[in-house]
């Protein structure tokens, strides 16, 4: 204490209790919602476990063919057969149910932090006030160190799936709010005014013009989301989220290279499978399907300007 106290004179400033604070509002928190929090935690065990049972229900061999069968129908023929290699070498390396583990954790979180950040970044680029108040806390949510957010989910939900979860949504949610903002904001603002001229509320502009449009924007958030996520989900292993990130501290605990690196590249795996699938459906992926559609005349071909001026003649006359 005396040390303390020479340390703030020399210094000259006085110490600020900001943990001191933290301490004592996480108390009352804990005290006052202890319920709240117990049912949220067994809510998200519950979705966490039961996809992962799901996911891991059916053959591996199956799930494989699946997830491969949607990579070429989400881009080609080349990313469907390196999602069949890729993901077998997966169970090759014995790591097949740790990665389900894993990919149930990033599937809920994933779909919490979106339907989190859309609609906040929709009303964020709707409305400043809310887009100057928000923008701090999505500072501070994106650059605080990702073990720091461990320590108050612990606190609340202690070990297990929940905690890893609620710290997993706070970290990537973020980059689905800024970019889905941003999407909408750029939409062009005379496309918006004709929407408004041919009499459109704001409801019907938002779905039919601007979150059309935004959406390659807004799929890039998706898409930085699933990749916070899952980078957060292996970090997560160290509050006994289990899975890869489980397999990882356990290769720390014991200094198994081997176990390590095979836990590794099946994030590694997940990691490229998910960010080129979802990058495919940002940029109007499942193309097979739609030139399928087409040769079979269930999607007409876009007019050209020719098609319309030929048109217009016949109506003239």
Request: hydrophobic share 55%; charged share 15%.
């Amino acid at each position: 204490m005396m040390l303390q106290t020479m340390d703030t004179v020399e210094s000259g400033v006085p110490r600020i209790p900001v943990g001191e604070w933290i301490d004592t509002g996480f108390d009352w928190v804990k005290t006052n919602f202890r319920e709240f929090f117990n049912l949220l935690a067994d809510g998200i065990e519950t979705a966490v476990e039961g996809l992962a049972d799901l996911l891991a229900w059916p053959p591996a061999l199956a799930v494989v063919i699946v997830l491969s069968l949607l990579a070429w129908l989400a881009r080609d023929w080349k990313l469907g057969l390196g999602s069949l290699l890729s993901l077998g070498a997966v169970i090759g390396m014995d790591q097949w149910d740790n990665s389900m583990v894993t990919l149930a954790l990033v599937v809920v979180a994933t779909v919490v932090a979106l339907v989190l950040a859309i609609p906040l970044g929709i009303a964020a680029a709707r409305w400043d006030p809310l887009s100057a108040a928000i923008r701090p806390v999505m500072d501070l949510m994106q650059t605080m160190p990702a073990f720091v957010w461990l320590v108050p989910v612990v606190t609340l939900f202690s070990i297990g799936v929940p905690g890893a979860l609620i710290a997993t949504v706070i970290f990537a949610l973020p980059p689905g709010v800024r970019l889905t903002e941003l999407g909408i904001r750029q939409v062009d603002a005379e496309v918006v005014e004709a929407g408004h001229a041919f009499g459109g509320t704001p409801r019907q502009i938002l779905r039919g013009i601007q979150f059309p449009l935004a959406m390659p924007t807004i799929m890039a958030g998706v898409n930085q989301v699933i990749m916070l996520a899952l980078s957060m989900a292996v970090i997560a292993g160290l509050v006994g989220a289990g899975g890869l990130g489980g397999a990882v501290v356990s290769a720390i605990m014991t200094l198994n290279i081997g176990l390590g690196f095979e836990a590794g590249l099946s994030v590694v795996v997940l990691a490229i499978y998910l960010d080129r699938v979802t990058a495919s459906v940002g940029g109007g992926g499942f193309s097979l399907l739609r030139r399928r559609g087409r040769n079979a005349g269930s999607v007409p071909e876009p007019a050209t300007d020719e098609d319309v001026d030929l048109e217009g003649r016949k109506a003239m006359v």
